[in-house]
């Protein structure tokens, strides 16, 4: 397990960056519990037929693998992840942002 805070300045979709990192579905491999300090987190399961969740302010939240998270506003949030998981995405945004999938 891994645990961290991640932060984002202000509203993100993280569609683009999944399929640009070349993820498989374009959709995050890692489970996320967390607990949000500020801000606002959707999750979204493309392709399943789920709803949409939504964590903000004060709330505990787990989104599990194969979602697209979207950051609504500027958000802080502490996360505890399955390491190997959790490289997995890393390495994908790594990639989206050296210029796409290899």
């Known amino acids: 397990m891994e645990v961290g805070l991640t932060t984002s300045a202000g509203a993100r979709d993280c569609t683009e960056l999944y399929k640009a990192g070349g993820m498989p579905g374009g959709v995050c491999p890692c489970p996320h519990y967390g607990y949000i300090f500020s801000g606002t987190i959707r999750a979204t399961y493309p392709d399943t037929g789920l709803p949409d969740e939504?964590?903000?302010?004060?709330?505990?939240?787990?989104?599990?693998?194969?979602?697209?998270?979207?950051?609504?506003?500027?958000?802080?949030?502490?996360?505890?992840?399955?390491?190997?998981?959790?490289?997995?995405?890393?390495?994908?945004?790594?990639?989206?942002?050296?210029?796409?999938?290899?």
């Open 54 to 102: 939504v964590a903000t302010a004060g709330e505990a939240y787990f989104f599990p693998a194969g979602h697209i998270l979207i950051y609504e506003e500027a958000t802080r949030a502490f996360e505890v992840n399955p390491a190997y998981a959790l490289q997995q995405c890393m390495d994908a945004i790594e990639r989206a942002a050296s210029g796409g999938a290899r």
